[in-house]
């Protein structure tokens, strides 16, 4: 019954890397980032460089490993932003009812028939490009997903017959919501949070390829697969690997995310 | 030669026991009755019986011979040939055994076809007599409805018509009342003894309510933790239980034993409860209303307990509701003797739901859940909480070494006193329970009133008692008041109604109860 879930412990060592990119990159590759040698243009993946080089001679794997502290964090704040506000807005949603939850939820079936893309792209028209514009822009994005799942769990556990004993034993509105309602339901919250990451990153790669996000030379995975994208019929490495990285952390995320979901499940009646 | 011969049958779940070598029999045409707690190992036995355990259960040893064929070694497949034909199934629980999208003539048809019983013309007609065999009403137009519109009684008749439709030798009925209002459970059984004296079926009933049991059965079977207990004539082991355990089931079973009723002394101070025409409305449609409660009153003497009795939808949870200020009347006044306004009302009033499953939080431990009202009300410091915690476990007669458990880690009895604990806390005057019993066993069931008893003679408290269960009712209430349609169709002393029903209705609930046998 107890086998490790293959699967799930890949998952974690890809997003463990990842985030130990983050924070010591220099411990994964000793080339600069930014400071390319032009005699080393554009060689295919070798022992030296592990991604191959650019057009401008700097290694790929260098650039994506110091890339992934703009991309992760990027998608941190932008989780951030989406399940504090989203989080907000269907707690409020479902505890108050009646016309405010009306209010609140037709907003968010405005924000949700908007494409994620446009909504974060018209985001950063308003706020200017830039990496922490560009997580804010993907975080409203989600806030949609956010609002309305926590809604539906704040709904469900508000009908439950131990809210209605907190509030039967003298509990105040605010308490009851603080003590019992939100603990009770953040758990799918927190599932949707972690498939969220995946996506922010993928949403912030995009961003950067399309050239709203970081200014080069910053090597975000985006503006990576960007630069690339002039290469693709020569050099197939420089959008190909960064891709597969970008691939497999997003991959990853969703398969943490539907661990959590299952076992924070469990706690339901 | 037995129709049903079990022999040292084990079962266990994940290499746990939960049937441990059994034996027993059935004979042609009679009504074995296989009773205990939960956990007991009877529902797995009935299971192991028709060969649908679930993935995770194993059949250890023994035999289940049904005539000279040894089902225990059959497979799921194989089996296929004897579910229907010669064992039926009346399932538990008759919401959730129909097919929702499936006509209700489809669904018994289903069996005849599986079975290949004639063509569409013949099934059809089958289905009809069947249905109007197991007593349903215009049966033909009701083979074209779907089940959500039918009650829950007429559910549990179409699947007795599923299990009897090819005239089995042996009918397993697993618990086929216990979701059942008394009136419809009483002539839910009388069908299947119908049915039984008509084909010469022989039933083996499933049941945790010894009072069924003791009623229908020709032969008991009495299970706990896996093994049989006793086993015998019905009527031989209810006169002279040999097993310490049966013994206490006869005791702790309120429709069996016998006890004094309360009496109240002439109330000294003004009622501690006062009802008047209480009535609650709830949309219906778009212009219609229907009355969930309609012109309700009644009265409780302080220290005393008042049962509200009657059948699901008959208004009486609403009514409870409405005097702990959960849900606001329509109309009418609930005056409670020294309650104050607001959020004050709580530490006064305090309600004790049906199922400890649901009404306690399941992130937090029994001692968070116990210190909560106390947390509230700001009630003394962390320290002082603490042991008011300790005392108010110690009066539910819990150890303390629950304290740092989560309600998943108790049973169902245990939380039920963690939610009274809780109850207790702000020391209340009144306790509303609305059906605070009805999900336990018997024994644990017994505990709990006893303790309720305990705990109204030391703190004076003021109950009122909600429930189905007129056996339950005699044992605790001083005064009853039976609701039917939202309205009270009588009310009085519980030796007065109990003895002296002066309405039909009552009468009627009076009657659906088992006889009691000593």
Not at chain 2, 99 to 113: N, S, W
Not at chain 2, 269 to 298: N, T, Y
Not at chain 2, 474 to 487: D, E, F, L
Request: avoid cysteine; charge should be neutral.
């Amino acid at each position: 019954m107890n086998r490790p879930k293959i699967g799930l412990v890949l998952a974690w060592l890809v997003i463990g890397v990842a985030l130990l990119w983050a924070v010591v990159p220099g411990v994964f590759t000793g080339h600069d980032p930014i400071a390319g040698v032009p005699a080393e243009k554009l060689q295919a993946p070798s022992g030296q460089h592990l991604f191959g080089t650019d057009a401008v001679g700097r290694d790929l794997f260098a650039r994506v490993v110091h890339g992934a502290v703009h991309s992760l964090s990027g998608a941190f704040v932008a989780v951030g932003v989406g399940l504090l506000l989203g989080t907000l807005l269907g707690l409020l949603a479902g505890s108050a009812g009646g016309l405010l939850d009306d209010a609140i939820m037709r907003f968010v079936d405005v924000l949700l028939s908007v494409p994620g893309l446009l909504l974060a792209l018209t985001v950063i028209i308003l706020l200017g490009p830039g990496t922490v514009n560009v997580a804010i822009a993907v975080g409203i994005g989600s806030v949609a997903a956010f609002a309305r799942l926590s809604r539906a769990e704040v709904v469900r556990v508000r009908r439950t017959d131990y809210v209605e004993a907190a509030f039967g034993s003298g509990g105040r509105y605010t308490t009851v919501l603080r003590r019992h309602v939100l603990p009770n339901s953040l758990g799918p919250v927190i599932a949707l949070a972690a498939l969220q990451f995946g996506l922010a990153i993928l949403a912030i790669s995009t961003l950067g390829f399309l050239g709203y996000g970081a200014e080069p030379p910053t090597p975000e995975w985006g503006l990576l697969i960007s630069e690339g994208r002039n290469y693709l019929a020569t050099s197939w490495w420089l959008t190909s690997l960064p891709g597969a990285v970008v691939v497999s952390v997003v991959l990853a995320a969703g398969r943490i995310s539907r661990s959590l979901g299952a076992d924070l499940g469990k706690d339901r009646a | 030669m037995s129709l049903l011969d079990v022999r040292d049958l084990a079962v266990s779940y994940n290499g746990r026991r939960a049937v441990e070598g059994i034996s027993f029999t059935v004979e042609p045409g009679e009504t074995v009755a296989v009773v205990g707690e939960s956990g007991s190992g009877k529902s797995t036995t009935a299971h192991a019986i028709i060969g649908l355990l679930p993935g995770n259960a194993t059949v250890d040893q023994g035999q289940i011979l049904l005539g000279d064929t040894d089902l225990a070694t059959w497979s799921s497949r194989r089996m296929e040939s004897v579910r229907g034909v010669r064992i039926g199934l009346v399932p538990q629980d008759p919401a959730n055994s129909l097919d929702p999208v499936k006509t209700i003539g489809a669904q018994v048809g289903e069996v005849l076809r599986i079975h290949r019983r004639g063509d569409r013309r013949t099934i059809a007609r089958r289905v009809v007599d069947l249905l109007t065999r197991v007593g349903l009403p215009e049966a033909e137009a009701l083979a074209r409805r779907y089940p959500h519109e039918l009650s829950g009684g007429m559910r549990q008749r179409v699947l007795i018509a599923i299990a009897i439709a090819l005239e089995p030798s042996l009918i397993i009925a697993d618990e086929p009342t216990s979701a059942l209002d008394v009136t419809v459970q009483r002539r839910i059984l009388d069908l299947i003894d119908d049915l039984r004296t008509e084909f010469g079926t022989a039933v083996l009933l499933v049941t945790h309510d010894l009072g069924v049991a003791a009623d229908r059965s020709d032969r008991l079977v009495v299970m706990k933790d896996g093994r049989i207990e006793e086993q015998g004539p019905s009527a031989a082991v209810l006169a002279d239980p040999r097993a310490a355990y049966t013994k206490q089931l006869l005791h702790d079973a309120p429709a069996l034993s016998v006890r004094e009723f309360r009496t109240a002394e002439p109330p000294v101070r003004e009622p501690a409860i006062v009802v008047r025409d209480l009535v609650k409305e709830f949309r219906a449609g778009p212009s219609a209303v229907s009355r969930a409660v309609d012109g309700v009153s009644f009265e409780v003497a302080h220290g005393t307990t008042h049962a509200l009795v009657g059948e699901s939808g008959s208004g009486k949870t609403t009514t409870a509701r409405m005097v702990v200020r959960l849900t606001r009347p329509t109309s009418g006044t609930v005056e409670i003797a020294g309650a104050g306004p607001g959020r004050l009302f709580r530490r006064h009033v305090q309600l004790v739901y049906q199922n400890p499953y649901g009404s306690l939080d399941p992130r937090q431990s029994v001692a968070e859940i116990v210190e909560e009202p106390l947390r509230n009300f700001r009630l003394g410091d962390r320290a002082a909480r603490r042991a008011r915690v300790g005392d108010l476990l110690e009066r539910v007669a819990l150890p303390k070494d629950l304290l740092t458990r989560k309600p998943r880690e108790l049973s169902g009895g245990q939380r039920q006193r963690v939610a009274i604990a809780r109850a207790l806390a702000v020391e209340p005057e009144v306790v509303v329970l609305d059906e605070a019993v009805s999900a336990l066993d018997v024994t644990v069931q017994a505990q709990i009133l006893d303790l309720l008893e305990q705990l109204q003679r030391e703190l004076g408290l003021t109950y009122l008692f909600i429930s189905h269960d007129l056996a339950v009712v005699r044992q605790i209430s001083h005064t009853v008041s039976v609701m039917n349609q939202g309205r009270i169709v009588e009310s009085g002393s519980t030796s007065q109604v109990f003895t002296d029903p002066g309405h039909e209705y009552t009468r009627e609930l009076l009657a659906a109860i088992p006889e009691p046998v000593r």
